[in-house]
Structure formats: structure tokens, C-alpha cells
């Protein structure tokens, strides 16, 4: 009895106490959590046009609107006057330039021609007085210095009427009709711009939304460029999530999301990732991509600028063969278990899938049912061809 004892208290401590698990197949799920803040997929903002007052406010914040719904006004005096002399400027280089092209004002329209009038009866009677002149120098009653006369007279009539015509059909030059379209276009801009503020002056809802920021308050001075409010639509919402440059590479368009907000604890939004991210960026003291998640179910009761969780799902594998993480070694890149066999410990190469928590999935190297090791129980190390005493 003694020889027995002896024999079974020398081969219980040469064999290391191991904890063991089984290879099995079940469900694994991998997911990625990070931190977002939530945004509008479209918000409207309106800055003051110009400084001044604030005249009326006509929405509270949280309201919601229709489209072209008045919200705000600006005290609009010097926008009115503005938009009346950029009026009054376009009227006037709109008349300048038609009265290029057309030759003239009126007055000068009906100067040129009676001045054409006349100068072509002015002609008429110089040619008929040439024409009497040289009959009469053929019979020796005219001398040839007063048909040469003649002659230069008619000459100049001819050319007075020459001009005349010139000038009513070619009553600009280049430049002139170039100066007059650059000064015309000048003041229609002016005109749009001055009108653009004047509209800017009322707010109206550009669509049907929420009014969700008003940071101004009635009578209240703003300068040019301050914000006046904020809308969007709280149906349509989607986060900008940080995840982690190493995580990058598992995201994808369209991968599931989760959204929780603590401060409607118990309560899930869901999503699908809708854009990856083109940089790095540093946020705090993270180097994170920024993810845009649009919100599949929004329904209006997710607040704009909250910091929300997000999880995106990498995987969900129904029946996955796997083993605990802790059953998995590395070395040189290389991944193994410890397979467990007649009492002993062999060093398996395993090839791996999707990694979670606490599951490894296992894609080669084990079949169902196989056993590996965990890890002693009293600390002493385990490798290949060790004996072991499994320990439940």
C-alpha cells in the first residue's frame, strides 16, 4: 500500500492541473464600440444679412414648422432704402445703354434727323444749282469758276449727309457700348445683392422641420455674420462616430449600426454606416476616422449635438466554430492551442476568423468536439508534450 501511495503522489505531481474547454459550435457575434456625436443629415442656419435689430421672432425653439413659415425679422429700413438706390442706379445705366444702342435719347434721335432733313434739301438744291449752271455754261451765261463753285458745294452737302448717316446707324463705338454693358451689369448685380439681403431680413423655414436653436432674443443688436437660428429635419438624422485608425479596416458602407443615448437609457436607435473615412484625424488625444452613420429610425427624438455610443456589428455568425480567446497563443505571427490528447498537451497550428471579447472563431486546426487548454491552475507553465490533469 505504501509502494502504491508512493507511486500515484509521484505521477500526480509530475502532471500540471489545467483547465480545459471544448470546441463547440455557437453563436458569435463581433462588434465595435466608440463614441459619436449626433447631427442634422440637413440643417439650415441663418446669419444676420447686416448689423442691426432684431424686430420679431415668431417660432420658440423645439417648435416645429412647415415650409416658407415665417420665423424671424430684421429691422429692414436700410436694407429698403439700399434696395431703392440700387433700383434707381440700375434704371439709369439700363437708359444710358439703350440710348447707346439706339442712337441717342429721343431728343437727340429727333435732333439728328432734322438735321438730316435739311442737310439733304441743302443737296438737292446744290445739285439742281449745278445742274442749271453748267446748261448755262454751255451757252457762255456761267463761267467755269461758278460751276467749280457749285460743284464744291454739292460736294460738301454730299459729305454733311454722309456723316449724318454714319452717325445715325453707327451712333457708338466699341468702347462706348462695352462701358455702358460693364456698367449695366454692375448695377444689376448690385440690384440682386441689395435684394438678397433685403429678403434675408425675414426668415423663412426652407423646409418642413424643427427650430432647434435661438440663440438671439427680440430688440436685440446683432452684427453682420451673428447667427439668428438654427432648423432641421429631426426625422432625418445621422452620427459622426470616432472610431480607431486600427478598427478602420473592418468598417464597411452599409454595416449595421447601434446608437444609444444615456440619456434615454434602455432605448436603441439603429443605423447603417453610410460613409468611411478619406483621413486620420487627432481627436483628444485619439488618432479616429470619422464615420458618417445615417439613423434608420430617428423618429424626432434625437437631439442634435448629443454624444451618443455607437456599435457597429464587423460580425454575426450563427453557428461558429470556436473556443475561448484565452485557449489561442501567438508567436512570430503564428497562431496555435494546445490541443488535449492521451493525457498530454500537443501544439496545434489553428487558422482564426473573427475574434470577439471572449470567442475565438476557429476556421482550421480543430474540429467540434476537440479539447484544448485554458491554463494551469497553480501557475506552472504549459507547453508541447506536458502532462496534464484536467481540471473541471
Not at 429700413?77 to 440710348?99: C, E, G, H, P, V
Not at 469758276?145 to 464744291?152: G, I, L, P
Not at 452717325?167 to 444689376?188: G, I, K, P, Q, V
Amino acid at each position: 500500500m505504501i509502494v502504491v501511495f508512493y507511486l500515484a503522489r509521484i505521477a500526480t505531481l509530475t502532471r500540471v492541473p489545467v483547465r480545459t474547454a471544448v470546441a463547440q459550435r455557437s453563436e458569435l457575434i463581433k462588434t465595435l464600440p466608440t463614441n459619436g456625436k449626433v447631427e442634422p443629415q440637413v440643417n439650415s442656419e441663418a446669419h444676420a444679412p447686416y448689423a442691426g435689430l432684431v424686430k420679431a421672432l415668431y417660432v420658440h425653439e423645439g417648435q416645429h414648422v412647415s415650409q416658407g413659415t415665417l420665423l424671424l425679422s430684421m429691422d429692414d429700413t436700410d436694407a429698403k432704402a439700399r434696395l431703392a438706390t440700387a433700383m434707381a442706379a440700375l434704371k439709369s445705366a439700363q437708359d444710358n445703354y439703350n440710348s447707346i444702342v439706339q442712337g441717342g435719347t429721343q431728343a437727340q434721335r429727333l435732333s439728328l434727323s432734322g438735321e438730316l432733313s435739311r442737310t439733304q434739301i441743302d443737296r438737292d438744291q446744290a445739285q439742281r444749282n449745278l445742274d442749271a449752271l453748267k446748261k448755262l455754261q454751255m451757252t457762255g451765261a456761267a463761267s467755269s469758276s461758278e460751276v467749280a463753285a457749285a460743284q464744291t458745294r454739292l460736294d460738301t452737302d454730299n459729305a454733311a449727309l454722309a456723316n449724318l448717316e454714319q452717325r445715325r446707324t453707327n451712333s457708338y463705338d466699341a468702347s462706348d457700348l462695352s462701358r455702358a454693358t460693364a456698367t449695366m451689369a454692375d448695377a444689376e448685380a448690385g440690384y440682386v445683392a441689395a435684394q438678397k439681403v433685403l429678403n434675408e431680413a425675414n426668415v423663412q423655414a426652407p423646409f418642413a422641420g424643427t427650430v432647434y436653436l435661438i440663440p438671439v432674443s427680440r430688440t436685440e443688436y446683432v452684427n453682420q455674420g451673428d447667427l439668428l437660428l438654427q432648423m432641421a429635419d429631426l426625422s432625418k438624422m445621422q452620427v459622426r462616430a470616432y472610431f480607431d485608425e486600427p478598427e478602420i479596416g473592418q468598417l464597411h458602407v452599409g454595416q449595421p449600426v447601434m446608437i444609444q443615448w444615456d440619456a434615454r437609457p434602455g432605448k436603441e436607435w439603429h443605423g447603417h454606416i453610410a460613409r468611411i473615412p478619406s483621413t486620420i484625424i487627432t481627436y483628444t488625444t485619439r488618432n479616429v476616422g470619422e464615420v458618417l452613420v445615417t439613423i434608420d429610425d430617428a423618429d424626432n427624438d434625437l437631439l442634435p449635438n448629443t454624444n451618443v455610443r455607437v456599435t457597429a456589428l464587423v460580425a454575426n455568425e450563427p453557428n461558429a466554430l470556436n473556443i475561448p480567446r484565452e485557449a489561442l497563443h501567438t508567436e512570430n505571427g503564428k497562431q496555435y492551442v494546445y490541443l488535449v490528447r492521451g493525457g498530454k498537451l500537443h501544439r496545434t497550428s489553428v487558422v482564426t476568423g473573427n475574434i470577439n471579447l471572449t470567442q475565438v472563431e476557429i476556421l482550421s486546426g480543430l474540429k467540434e468536439g476537440d479539447v484544448v487548454a485554458l491554463g494551469s491552475t497553480n501557475g506552472q507553465p504549459i507547453g508541447d508534450g506536458v502532462p496534464i490533469e484536467e481540471v473541471k
